[in-house]
């Protein structure tokens, strides 16, 4: 039989994670695996033992991007390479949804169980820290860390975007500087935002041709404009039409240093990071994680 750890954030998306404790269970004895439930805390040292004391064959993760970010880095940090299974349970689920991985409970344990992986990149900022799916600046970014926590909740993505609408006519663009491997790029800016994959920021296939495994990240770029344009700009991205107007830019590029205003903070994974200036590399297929 293998052996799963199974990680859960209590308090991500609806919480419904606690009501689902002992389906998931069932279904791991049913397919031959013994699960051992972990709940996550503060205490990293427990963790880190939980983790060297069993050799564990995969991990499943519930919880959102914010909790797949913390946990992943705490992994990555540790010198822990293991298969990854997501049972998608945030307010943004971006990254699994950029995997095709399903969102209802049954199919998305079906995947894990199913044991097909695919190898997918990671960005890593500023040599020291991990994300998966977005790394921003800008409007759109300090509101990913700054938005109510039950307005999350109740609201889901819809909670992000209802905050933007209300700043946009105050927020004004910054000197943005982008440098890549094949060029060097000097705009004002009301927003960047380094994507891993086809959704980000709770928008569904904001870059349809993106890939998530070739070892390149895209960078879209939103020129200074007036608030209409940038509302109108909104909405083609909810309508999932193309970001092709001659208000956005955008770069592929295996690593970039971003420069800019130092009260410029990043927005990863949709937790706080750190200011500009700061470098990004993509890491080629550096996490294996179960798909359909």
């Known amino acids: 039989m293998q052996k799963a750890l199974l990680i859960y954030n209590p308090y991500s998306g609806d919480r419904s994670i606690l009501h689902q404790l002992d389906y998931i269970l069932k279904k791991a004895q049913e397919n031959q695996?013994?699960?051992?439930p972990y709940r996550i805390d503060k205490n990293s040292n427990q963790f880190l033992t939980t983790l060297k004391l069993n050799q564990f064959d995969f991990v499943i993760l519930s919880g959102g991007d914010g909790t797949l970010h913390t946990t992943i880095?705490?992994?990555l940090k540790n010198n822990c390479h293991i298969p990854i299974g997501i049972i998608p349970a945030g307010t943004c689920n971006d990254f699994a949804s950029s995997l095709q991985i399903p969102t209802s409970l049954e199919d998305c344990l079906k995947v894990?169980?199913?044991?097909?992986?695919?190898?997918?990149?990671?960005?890593?900022?500023?040599?020291e820290h991990y994300f998966l799916n977005t790394c921003a600046g800008g409007l759109f970014a300090e509101i990913s860390f700054n938005t109510n926590d039950d307005l999350k909740r109740n609201f889901g993505p819809l909670a992000?975007?209802?905050k933007a609408l209300g700043e946009v006519a105050y927020k004004k663009a910054f000197p943005l500087k982008i440098t890549t491997e094949r060029k060097c790029l000097k705009?004002?800016?009301?927003?960047?935002?380094?994507?891993?994959?086809?959704?980000?920021a709770g928008f569904t296939n904001l870059i349809k041709d993106?890939?998530?495994?070739?070892?390149?990240?895209?960078?879209?770029?939103?020129?200074?404009?007036?608030p209409l344009?940038?509302?109108?700009?909104?909405?083609?991205?909810?309508?999932?039409?193309?970001?092709?107007?001659?208000?956005?830019?955008?770069?592929?590029?295996?690593e970039c240093l971003i420069e800019g205003p130092r009260d410029v903070y990043l927005s990863v994974d949709g937790e706080k990071g750190p200011p500009l200036p700061s470098r990004v590399k993509f890491l080629h297929q550096a996490l294996k994680v179960f798909v359909p």
């Open 112 to 127: 894990i169980f199913e044991g097909k992986t695919r190898a997918v990149d990671l960005g890593l900022l500023n040599d």
């Open 210 to 226: 993106a890939d998530i495994s070739d070892g390149l990240m895209d960078i879209i770029i939103i020129k200074d404009c007036y």
């Open 229 to 254: 344009d940038l509302a109108t700009l909104f909405f083609r991205v909810l309508s999932q039409e193309a970001l092709d107007t001659r208000h956005v830019m955008r770069l592929r590029a295996s």
């Open 33 to 36: 695996v013994v699960l051992f």
């Open 73 to 75: 880095n705490f992994f």
């Open 160 to 162: 992000y975007y209802l």
């Open 187 to 200: 705009v004002k800016s009301l927003l960047f935002c380094i994507l891993n994959g086809t959704h980000g």
